[in-house]
């Protein structure tokens, strides 16, 4: 059974950081592209960032130079680091895992709130 068990979120000051963890169990880890996708109310999820199993990384325009994704393949976890957060950033991030090439196996963790507020 497969388990993403995102962590780390919270309340935090505008310009403050934060970094978000994603534990992943019953998966093949190095094998999978992980990302992370944030939804905030009454808006569609989008994507923050991604890193395949080369650790090439990909940013959603929003957050390029701010966020950055990397990945542990010895622990099974995936981080998201995010400085000089805005309120703009709070929403449920999630974590996500695909297997590049094979339909189905495509992952989400439960989301972890973020909330930018002074």
């Known amino acids: 059974q497969v388990h993403l068990v995102e962590s780390g979120g919270g309340l935090v000051q505008p310009g403050g950081s934060q970094r978000l963890s994603c534990a992943a169990s019953g998966i093949t880890f190095r094998f999978y592209v992980m990302g992370w996708y944030r939804q905030a109310p009454g808006k569609q999820r989008e994507l923050v960032a991604t890193i395949s199993s080369g650790a090439i990384t990909n940013y959603g325009d929003s957050v390029k130079g701010r966020f950055t994704i990397s990945r542990d393949n010895a622990k099974n976890t995936v981080y998201l680091q995010m400085n000089s957060l805005k309120p703009e950033d709070t929403a449920v991030y999630y974590c996500?895992?695909?297997?590049?090439?094979?339909?189905?196996?495509?992952?989400w963790g439960q989301g972890t709130q973020v909330t930018v507020s002074s």
């Open positions: 996500n895992a695909v297997r590049p090439g094979i339909a189905g196996f495509d992952y």
